[in-house]
């Protein structure tokens, strides 16, 4: 059993900035890559950043510049440095991962539960 788990998510100021962890858990042989989705209310999740084992990094276009993900393989843990947030950034966060839970299984996608992301004045 894999779990992850969010959290960093909060209440911000339009320019300011946030940073977001995802914690894997549980019995595990391999993650492999990871991914940051959101989703608004009443909008399709949509992908925001996703990262490889070795570290090969892609961006939605909304977000690059202003949106860092990296990873700590040692942890088991992904990070989204969020900076220069804007009101349109405003959703529910979510970790995603491929993972292979036992020797010679195929890939299992395991989500997280969410971390709520608001930007407001």
Do not use: H
Not at 15 to 35: D, H, K, P, Q
Not at 65 to 90: H, W
């Amino acid at each position: 059993q894999v779990q992850l788990v969010e959290s960093g998510g909060g209440l911000v100021q339009p320019g300011g900035s946030l940073r977001l962890s995802c914690a894997a858990s549980g019995s595990f042989v391999r993650i492999n890559t990871m991914g940051w989705y959101r989703q608004a209310p009443g909008k399709e999740r949509e992908l925001v950043a996703t990262i490889t084992t070795g570290g090969s990094t892609n961006y939605a276009d909304s977000v690059k510049g202003r949106f860092t993900v990296s990873r700590d393989n040692a942890k088991n843990t992904m990070y989204l440095q969020m900076n220069s947030l804007k009101p349109e950034d405003t959703a529910v966060y979510y970790c995603n991962a491929g993972v292979v839970v036992t020797w010679g299984a195929r890939l299992s996608d395991v989500w997280g539960q969410g971390t709520q992301v608001t930007v407001s004045s």
